[in-house]
């Protein structure tokens, strides 16, 4: 019998496994680099009048769009999108050793891996190209659910933002926008244990806490409290919008959405904190800017929403992420709707 002695010591081990946040942050770096690059393709091609798709509106369909225009929003596209890939490059772990390549952007068909480079590259579509940026904006806010925070926070911003050029894209060709998907479910944290309250020297009405129990907030509390009360500012200056509009019918419907929104929040926070919040004020004051020009107004209360959703993402864990993210989300549609400027970090000051 013949003993074989290994002389070369113990094989090399391979790389870590990758965190999901690390996952995460590859995959949409992947995505936006493969999306800018088909953005750009299909500017070049309508630039020189290529047909830009089937369900693009022909000439004698209602469209204000030129070639010159739609060539010019895939360039804007490209540019945005190479941006965001650039803001989620991992000085260690982007390179093609860890991160395979996805199948080309705006096609239907693989591309094969980092190590076939060789494969042929189909001709994007303007319908297969909106089809992935709207998907690559879907993963993006899924993951912000549960990533680690910093991560989640750009992957919000970046989600949302792609969200809103497929939004355009799709507008401007009259492809037909799918619905946000639902975001993951996430699970709720234990319950805050708040001090039950006795009668104090004996007058009805008139509590304390118990001395031997200790309410346990969790810390995002304050910031929830903070969203909230913005919510219900947001409803009623919408509801004055409308009082003074002679078309109230969309404003009224906004102000709802902000109601709704703030009710929510004020139910998830009532299980995050004690003692429960008080309620709102059924008046705010607006000063005289709002009386002034109430659209520009209500146009201000809405950026500072995302703003502090896109804050409170990078914040909070949790059913309070899960629910900043879906604001945020619902808040950059709403956008979408009034303006027509196109952000690669909504949200996000810095």
């Known amino acids: 019998m013949a003993l074989g002695l290994n002389l ?10 990758l965190s999901f946040t690390e996952e995460a942050q590859l995959g949409a770096e992947s995505r936006a680099a493969n999306l800018a690059a088909a953005a750009t393709a299909l500017s070049v091609t309508v630039s020189s009048g290529g047909a830009p798709s089937a369900g693009a509106p022909s000439a004698g369909a209602e469209s204000d769009s030129t070639e010159s225009e739609l060539s010019g929003a895939y360039a804007e596209t490209a540019d945005i999108l190479q941006e965001q890939a650039e803001a989620l490059w991992h000085p260690i772990l982007s390179n093609p050793i860890v991160a395979s390549a996805p199948p080309t952007a705006g096609s239907s068909e693989p591309t094969g891996t980092a190590e076939s480079p060789a494969a042929p590259e189909p001709t994007p579509t303007p319908a297969g190209f909106v089809t992935d940026l709207f998907s690559s904006a879907q993963q993006n806010l899924d993951a912000a659910v549960t990533a680690e925070p910093g991560i989640a926070r750009l992957l919000a911003s970046i989600g949302t933002s792609q969200r809103r050029q497929a939004l355009a894209l799709a507008d401007l060709q009259g492809l037909k926008a799918p619905a946000p998907g639902p975001l993951p479910t996430v699970t709720a944290g234990p319950s805050p244990t708040c001090a039950a309250a006795t009668p104090r020297d004996g007058a009805s009405g008139d509590s304390t806490p118990r001395a031997d129990t200790r309410p346990v907030d969790y810390p995002e509390a304050d910031l929830l409290g903070e969203a909230v009360a913005a919510e219900h500012r947001s409803a009623y200056a919408y509801e004055v919008a409308a009082a003074r509009g002679s078309d109230p019918s969309t404003l009224v419907e906004f102000a709802g959405q902000h109601a709704s929104a703030a009710a929510a929040g004020e139910i998830l926070l009532q299980t995050i904190t ?26 201000a209360l809405n950026s500072e929403l995302i703003t502090m959703y896109a804050d409170l993402v990078g914040l909070t864990e949790g059913p309070a992420r899960l629910w900043a993210v879906q604001r945020f989300s619902d808040l950059a549609d709403h956008q979408h709707l009034a303006t027509d400027a196109a952000e690669a970090f909504p949200g996000i000051r810095d």
């Open 8 to 17: 070369d010591g113990p094989p090399a081990e391979g790389p870590p496994p």
């Open 274 to 299: 004690c003692p429960q919040p008080d309620p709102q004020a059924p008046a705010f004051a607006l000063d005289a800017a709002f009386f002034d020009d109430p659209e520009a107004t209500l146009a």
